[in-house]
């Protein structure tokens, strides 16, 4: 065929492409608990001014399977210490003491809310400090002071 | 990723998940699983290896401190190549790992209340009407090199990694609380984001400025990071800058701003983030009951970055050396680099300046007589007078560290 326009060609592919997005309809498998659901046929929303442009954006976001490992109390750590983060949190610290690792536990249930029964600390603090005897011990003194910064960072 | 593109994706659940990125397994540090690379950070005593990862949203290889809530750290040669951190590599830091994963953009919502005249809401649309402000500033965590502080303390282990420079785009705060009309006996202004805490009454994250800083021009809302709108794990759609202030300031998906008639008593103000009120928040570990203030304003800090730490180089006579540096709350006076542990110190060149606030890149030559391990030390001046200092400041939060980091080399 000749002399078909720009025009009608680039909206005969606008049709084509709208046809091709309501066949496909808006996604029905992955479940979306907080989205609010904005999907439309015409692309993701957006918002322009001042010659900026900003879209609407969805991520999946990685998560881990990664428990702590074998130790003494590790049902007790496992069943406690992975609901609000992973525990490489736990593993990737320094060497502490029982007392610096009671102290962070003791945050983690006064200060954070982590719903970890009484009864359970001093499990979980021997898992620590079993953790914390497998890195050198260091020439420089113990550290007797707890952090009442309250830390983070 | 649009949202068409979302729903079409492979998973079948929000979160994938994936196997072996803990630190799990045995022995504090296992074998690479997957094929995937580790990294060594050399903190003193260890535990020093971390994976790499590129499996979170838009972002590419990162060191990986923890999964859940993310803590992701950027590789130090990625500092070498651009004084601008590109936002790919850019670190992320989160405290509570319920982070909305999905945000709209048109019903997205500032809300202004609290001592105000007149309480808004105020729309991305408004915002990207407002009159903007462009600065480049350095976002580096509280924590920073927390990991080298010795003796070891708890909290996020970081290396040099938890910073970044980008150019910001936004919105003056000082415009936004403007058009709320601050009210007389107003002390600060808080700000809250849409991440929440994952157990009930778990402290909200908040974050608070004194009314004159919030309205000191410079603070400002931003929606555009190095010319993009930013990652989501970096606070997309909007989140707070505050120039020459630690990170914890710098609220990401900044939703909520609260001009306050008391101060702000909140725990992520009155108890975390807290430094000893001391010269370099310095105190001798042991110290108890010593004063202490929220953490603020950022200091000199300067890092060689034209290798990594330990390098073997096959020798030549003369040796290049570069890095980055930062003066803090003030620009970049002067920085100078020593081969002989501090004894003398040589002035580098300086990159172009790009900003008070930013990174500026150093380069100098260091002349080698024979092969054999140089230790080299760079040593940053700001504008406002303040130099690096040589020994290690040490606070129990591992807080504010500012002193000549040390490099070596092996020539042979």
Redesign the interface.
Known sequence: MRDISIGALSGGALLFAALI?IA?G??R????????A??NVS????????G?T?????????????????GPHADVINASCT???????A??????SSD?WKS?VEKMRD?????VPEAAVPDIVTYLAS?SA???A?G?????????????? | MDALDFGMAQSSSRRRFLAGLGLGGGALLTAPAFGQSLVNLALPGGPSTRPMTSAFPQKGDMILQRTRPPLLETPMEVFDRSVFTPNDRFFVRWHWADIPTSIDVESYRIVIHGHVDRPLSISLAQLLRMPRLEMAAVNQCSGNSRGLFEPRVPGAQWRHGAMGNAKWVGVSLRHVLDLAGVRAGALAVRFGALDQPVVPDGPDFSKSLAVDHARNGEVMIAFQMNGEQMPLLNGFPVRLIVPGWYSTYWVKMLNEIEVLDKPDDGYWMAKAYKIPDTPNANITPGTKDFPSVPINRMIPRSWITSWSDGTPLAYAPNLPVGGIAMGGDAAVAHVEISADHGRKWHRANLGPDEGKYGFRRFDANVRVPRPGTITLMSRCTSAAGVTQPMPPNWNPGGFMRDCVETSTVTLS
Not at chain 1, 91 to 96: G, H, S, T, V, Y
Not at chain 1, 140 to 153: E, H, I, M, Q
């Open positions: 997005l496909i808006p996604p498998h992955v479940p979306l608990p907080r989205a609010p904005t999907y692309g993701p929303s957006e918002v322009t001014g001042g900026i900003l879209a609407s954006t969805s991520v999946d976001l990685a998560d881990d399977d990664a428990v702590y490992p074998d609901a609000c983060h992973s525990a490489s949190m593993l990737a610290q320094p060497r502490l610096q962070i200060t954070y809310k982590a719903p953790i497998k890195l050198p260091s420089a003194a113990p550290l007797t002071t707890n952090d009442r910064s309250g830390g983070t960072g």
